[in-house]
């Protein structure tokens, strides 16, 4: 139910007041939001240039160095996120530098720029960031010098305005509303109004409003825009007909005005560790009652004062309140409370936080980046080469956050996990470029992992603002029986097959490795892929006569697909290349949950080879 009259286009007052509100609600009361994903150090960072749009004359900005601005207090500004389509004119050149910090006619910029400028003066910000407006696009130097900071500029940023629905710099950020999806007043009078409510909020959810309008607008169609709305704090989605809200916290539109809280994982907490097993023993005990008995030696100071002055029923009043009892509603809540969000957001947080050590643990890291990395594979590049470096700065703020070593898309804590990737839809000529074939990077289409195990049914919960838990009936006959069951880990006996020995021919930009040489110490096996379950990276030749596996990875989870299999075991099929020894190039992907099949490879996997090499 919309609780105010909605204006017809994106631009209205009633729009920004709105945007207003929530920002501010957001900067006060989101928790999540107040915590800032990059080390202390850079608590103080400011872009080298941004654009100062508070001038007085409105039609027109300028350029200003951060460096001269006062210091006293951290530098508040907006920052832009857009497709360039080619039409992007006014650029940042090193010869018109002066220029632009004297003056820009606002007239003289696209459109996407133009409604930026209007919506930070609206919301009350004085700066603004725009890629070609703050970088100079023909000095390779600046450029140098600059890109390596653009994932602060983003993550520093009090909200990033997203032009979402724009395909290229001439769409600009507003556009007119459906009315037909706004509240229709019939009537109206002192007493009573008739209305016809809009289907919003009631019959199209705001999950839906997201997948139809965000996910499957222009914008986040490209590859070097996910990291910059992963990375921004808040997001204001400039969409058709919609403007739609998003942080750490919460998502919320003008249908939708407070918000709704994203969903939690109920089995893991926001940092990645699981729920230790005196943990999920509490809550199943059935000894807790609301009574207890008492006993004299543990009367409070208050009832031994009574008793001092002649209070004697306490002696013989055998019970007392439990002041340690806490129902089971009260008891999910509070695990909730600390548990990982769902989605990107919450796939960032927990590895961003990730202090996990266990392999079940560390499965959970894996989950989390290849629910990114899913996410951002199936975005278009014009640049193949730059595959990795549009994620880079994601990468790089989990490397400093964890001290996990990022390795061409991978992690090397997590490279018995991460290297199980797969291809989903059909295998191509592998492309020319500079990405090692163990990478995902290194082929085209969208990226899968198989290690997924069915969700439980209550990974989808939420708290609501009273953080009560709303999942479960009222009755205590409707409540499941066994908590452990819901929020335990279902991995186990986890086996890692490979050890890690070195990387060479490395690659290394801004501190991340982006291409190398893998050096393994592992198993290799001339297995019957016919026995196996076989998915190929890249287009086969007509033999596989010379292919060899390398077991990477067994464990059992009767949730992974095909559930209820008692074990499964998982690797990759490797491709020697032609007169290098011990030297190999990864084509596909195995696994099989066949249990007999699974324990005859592991009884007989021999001796451990170091110094295998994958490139």
Known sequence: MVEHELSPTTRSSATIQWLKNILDTCQTEHKDCR???????????????????????????????????PTATPLKYTALSHCWGGSVTFLLLEGNLTTMQQSIPVANLSKNFQD??????????????IDSLCIMQDSTHDWLQESPTMGLVYANAICT??????????????????????????????NYSLVVRSPIGDNIGLTELFERKV???????????????????????FCDGFVLFECNTLQASEYHLKGVPYPRKAYLRADGTLHSSSQLERLNRNEESTI???????LSKDEMKSLMRGNIDLLFDKHRANEDYQSKEHK????????????????????????????AEKIEFHYSWYEMVE?????????????????????????????????????????????????????????????????????????????????????????????????????????????????????????????????????????????????????????NLSKLNF??????????????????????????????????????VLRAKPGVAKEYERIGYFWTAKEMLAKKVLRNLGDKISGIRIV
């Open 375 to 527: 996410a951002y594979s199936i975005r278009a590049l014009t640049e193949q080469k730059d595959k990795i470096m549009a994620i880079a700065g994601v990468g790089s703020f989990i490397q400093q956050r964890t001290g996990f070593q990022f390795l061409a898309g991978l992690w090397r804590q997590t490279l018995a996990f991460n290297l199980l990737w797969t291809l989903l839809g059909s295998p191509k000529v592998r492309p020319a470029r500079q990405f090692p074939t163990w990478s995902w990077a290194s082929v085209d289409g969208r990226i899968y992992h198989r290690l997924t195990p069915s969700p439980s049914k209550l990974e989808q919960l939420s708290t609501s603002s009273n953080s009560q838990l709303s999942h479960f009936p009222n009755d205590d006959a409707s409540r499941p029986t066994d908590l452990n069951k819901e929020f335990e880990t279902t991995w186990e006996e986890i086996q890692s097959l490979i050890e890690f020995e070195d990387v060479q021919e490395v690659l290394e930009i801004n501190s991340l490795v982006h291409s190398a040489t893998l050096v393994l110490s592992c198993y290799l096996l001339a297995l």
């Open 35 to 69: 915590e800032k994903i990059f080390p202390k150090a850079q608590n103080n960072f400011r872009p080298t240039r941004v654009l100062d749009i508070q001038q007085n004359d409105t039609n027109t900005i300028r350029l200003v160095v951060t460096s001269e601005l």
């Open 292 to 298: 207890v008995e008492r006993k004299k030696e543990n």
């Open 332 to 359: 999910i809540a509070r695990i909730l409370e600390v548990a990982a969000h769902l989605g990107i957001r919450g796939a960032f947080r927990t590895l961003l936080q990730f202090s996990g050590t266990q392999l």
């Open 535 to 572: 998915v190929h990276d890249i287009v086969l030749p007509d033999s596989v006569e010379n292919f060899i596996c390398m077991p990477i990875l067994s464990f059992k989870n009767t949730k992974v697909h095909p559930e209820g299999s008692p074990l499964q075991l998982h690797g990759i």
């Open 161 to 190: 305005i997203s032009a979402t629905a724009s395909k290229d710099s001439t769409g600009g950020c507003f556009f007119p509303k459906n009315p037909l999806l706004n509240d229709c007043i019939l009537r109206k009078s002192e």
């Open 116 to 129: 930026a400028i209007i919506i930070t003066r609206e919301i009350g910000q004085r700066y603004l960031w």
């Open 215 to 237: 996910e499957h607008a222009p914008l986040s169609q490209r590859a070097w825009t996910f990291q910059e709305r992963s990375l921004s704090t808040r997001v204001l989605h």
